[in-house]
């Protein structure tokens, strides 16, 4: 006699950790409203959603970008142009690292940055085979040593542009090195694109309206005169300002970090906490374990210098951060409990931990901060 088999029982997929990052969605939204009325209505947004959106997560930021108006998006290769239209994005995808499969251009209707003679000719030679057409946008170096095609050769590129078929030029664009720290530079830097733009779309123009853009979020947020029709905010667009020093808006930061305590413990004066025993108390001490360390972003250089929110105070985490832990000291906090949620970055109550106060303590920048936590975690969304 056969047993009837037991029914199978259906899980639902556990959350892979105790970590997690929560993107404001609201807040991208209103960020990108403030910035638009910043810019003005006759300049577009070309929304920077580069590197999974900074670490907040490509499809998810763009959807809630395009419900406010976004129409332009920018984006490093072409795998995130191809989520973006996969995703059902259809505005204008921008990517600024060029792109060598021209196929792929023509069939998601993309723009690509362009800097070299070769790749011009081969979508001019692949969009007219189709009878198709593809907007280019030309890079300058006007000061930044990095992609860009030298002012002298300019002549060269637009002569070829002007006259190769399947292409035509919809955006003119530098970059500025130092918008965050140089003010008479920058200033420079934007004469000499000015004056190398006029010449360029004189010859290369025609073709309808051209994009003209080198203002970064520094630029944006600082020197009018830089926003031409196109500007290209990234780090504030996810809350975030370029510099200690400029603000000009208000800004609502976008990610948070959060984890929870794992275990609570009490230790004596005199005892060692972690490897290489960096941390010593100097108390009869109480101790918090959390469930996150350099594996999840939480790099081991923060060790001896951040700080967590525990029931809306800062406390400092002790010792060395390992791979999947690090401690904290929660003596002066009465009732910490396991499972109490530990805030590494946001607020909780009225105490906040900025992505700049990170990067200060990892001597970084907060894009990188960003990119780095968000990029290691689950991502959670609320709205």
């Not at 105790?18 to 577009?44: H, K, S, T, W």
């Not at 070299?116 to 300058?140: F, M, N, P, W, Y």
């Amino acid at each position: 006699m056969l047993l009837a088999s037991p029914a199978k029982r259906e899980f639902a997929m556990p959350k892979s950790s105790y970590n997690r990052i929560v993107i404001d969605l609201a807040a991208i939204r209103d960020n990108f409203r403030a910035l638009q009325d910043l810019a003005g209505p006759a300049v577009e947004i070309l929304a920077m959603v580069k590197s999974d959106a900074y670490g907040h997560g490509l499809i998810r930021c763009a959807k809630a970008l395009a419900s406010v108006g976004a129409s332009y998006f920018g984006v490093a290769e072409l795998d995130e142009a191809a989520a973006l239209r996969e995703a059902g994005i259809d505005g204008h995808i921008v990517i600024f690292l060029g792109c060598p499969d021209v196929q792929a251009l023509i069939h998601y209707k993309l723009s690509p940055v362009v800097f070299d003679l070769e790749s011009i000719r081969e979508i001019s030679a692949a969009a007219a085979t189709v009878d198709t057409r593809i907007g280019l946008h030309l890079k300058i170096d006007v000061g930044m040593g990095r992609l860009g095609i030298m002012p002298a050769d300019l002549p060269l590129f637009a002569g070829e542009i002007s006259r190769l078929p399947g292409v035509f030029l919809a955006g003119v664009l530098g970059h500025f090195p130092m918008a965050d720290q140089d003010e008479l530079l920058t200033r420079q830097q934007n004469d000499k694109f000015n004056r190398l733009v006029n010449t360029l779309i004189d010859v290369a123009g025609g073709n309808g309206p051209v994009f003209v853009h080198i203002a970064n979020s520094a630029a944006l947020l600082q020197y009018p005169e830089t926003h031409h029709q196109m500007v290209r905010p990234g780090i504030s667009l996810y809350g975030c300002y370029p510099a200690d020093d400029i603000a000009g808006i208000s800004l609502r930061p976008v990610m948070s970090f959060k984890t929870q305590v794992m275990q609570i413990k009490d230790v004596p004066a005199g005892y060692g906490i972690s490897y290489g025993h960096l941390f010593t108390t100097e108390r009869p001490s109480r101790l918090a374990v959390l469930p996150v360390g350099y594996a999840d972003g939480y790099l081991r250089a923060l060790s001896g210098r951040a700080s967590v929110l525990v029931r809306g105070r800062r406390v400092p985490v002790c010792g060395r951060i390992c791979m999947n832990s690090c401690v904290i000291d929660v003596t002066d906090i009465p009732g910490v409990q396991v499972a109490d949620e530990v805030v590494l970055l946001g607020k909780q109550n009225h105490a906040g931990i900025s992505a700049a106060e990170v990067a200060d303590w990892l001597h970084t920048i907060n894009y990188e901060v960003l990119c780095l936590f968000g990029n290691n975690n689950d991502r959670e969304y609320v709205d």
